[in-house]
């Protein structure tokens, strides 16, 4: 029997990063995969897929729409969707492999097959009807989260999909229902957008985007709807007759009243996920869960039994790769005795659309029911030199910092490349920074990070291009 200091279940972006720090650490380390390729959900069906599809739709779009006014003639471009979906494949496959690469470079066991924790210290691994018992003196449990459903409504991933299927789909649907504003509906919305279809989203809240700082995802909301989007707000999607050529939803305001049919050829749900721990064994283990399904841990990412810990998607807390990957940096080191640690006051948000939306520490909403006193700073993009030269000015960067030590609290950005922008705002926040810190931070000319430093001054009221 192969006995391991850490045997880690899921191989996401959470599990194989911890796999990889703990051999970095000296442990003798396997990790249990039921997948046959590596890489979870962010690699095969999640982040990277749904980044590919939106790259290339957005050429494609822009190729379109936005050559012609700089200059660049081209014939109108022609959709080759199964390229495009080749495209989206290649890239799956080279990040797999490179997660397979990392697992050989560091000497990590891989276990192909489901895993079950039959107690501290033992992990079965189950596949084509064999299996076999691993010991090991740590767990982690990294299984990550599966789609949430809707209840009378059945996902076939062809005509009802979630993401999955909606990654994946042989033509462009003329009519695309989308069942929850979130990040998944508005990002894989854009790409079917983009290629042709017509969208609708359907969202229970009287707003998009939870969550994130509601006058970010106001004006976020009309910039899509500019692009063409159409919104039913404050909504719910109620059944889904399939019975003839054209689907027929039933919409009911999330309030009550008269329902109405909406007709589509494919209906997109995407209402959230949920913790994925089927199959694990954990009640028979004695592995506690949440009142949400979610592995119970302490602030040391420890599960009820002992030396099982778990991370990522299927514990509490914003269900994000780079969440994951530090947890399970943070578990790894915990376990060789280390002081792992994950500053969950500064994990940065991103909706990749265009423009994109990013975001990290508080909302104005959250600082408001807290009672903390603060100020603002709003910078739009139609000031900043860059992004009127390129004649993308859609979005603006508004910083909130504490009104008495100037310190910022949260930073939210909505334009082209404001994923990349949020990264010094993280860099200032972990460092408890102020936003006069960032206001005299020399910024290089002429990028759309000067947005950032402007915002930054109208903190102190002292924008120079405003
Ligand atoms: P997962 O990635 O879900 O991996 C869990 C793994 O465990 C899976 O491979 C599964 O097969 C395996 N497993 C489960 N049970 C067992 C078992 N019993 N035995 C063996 N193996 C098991 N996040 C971002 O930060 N940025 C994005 O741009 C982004 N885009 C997304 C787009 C889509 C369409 C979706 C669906 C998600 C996206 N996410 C994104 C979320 C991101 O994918 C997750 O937060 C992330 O994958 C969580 O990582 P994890 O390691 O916890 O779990
Ligand atoms: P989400 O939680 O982002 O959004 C779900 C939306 O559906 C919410 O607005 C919610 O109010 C709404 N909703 C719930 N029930 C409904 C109903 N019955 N009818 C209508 N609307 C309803 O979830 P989503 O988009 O499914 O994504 C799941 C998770 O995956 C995200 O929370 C995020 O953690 C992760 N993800 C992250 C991405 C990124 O970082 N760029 C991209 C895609 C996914």
Redesign the pocket.
Known sequence: MATYDLVVIGTGPGGYVCAVRASQLGMKVAVVEKNATLGGTCLNV??MP?KALLHASEMFEEAGHSFAKMGVSVSSPKLDLPAMMNFKQQGIDGNVKGVEFLMKKNKVDVLKGTGKILGTGKVEVSADGKSQVVETKNIVIATG?D??R?KGIEIDEKRIVS?TGALSLDKVPGKLLI?????????LGSVWKRLGAEVVV????DR????MDGEIAKQFQRILEKQGFAFKLG???TGVDTSGKTLKATVEP?AGGAAETLEADVVLV????VPYTESLGLKEAGVALDNRGRVQIDPHFATSLKGVYAIG?VVAG????HKAEDEGVAVAEIIAGQAGHVNYDVIP????TTPEVSSVGKTEEELKQAGVAYTVGKFPFTANGRSKVNQTTDGFVKILADAKTDRVLGVHIIGIEAGEMIHEACVLMEFGGSAEDLARTCHAHPTRSEAVKEAALAVGKRAIHM
């Not at 069942?179 to 990002?187: F, K, Q, R, S």
């Not at 995407?270 to 996920?273: N, V």
């Not at 948000?349 to 990749?352: A, I, Q």
Request: aromatic share 4%; with cysteine.
């Open positions: 999640g982040c749904s989260s789609i949430a809707l993401s069942v929850g504003a979130g990040v998944i509906g508005l990002e359907v969202e229970f809240l998009i985007l939870p969550g909504a719910k999607v999330a995407c209402i959230g996920r998607d914003p269900m994000l790769a948000g991103v909706v990749y």
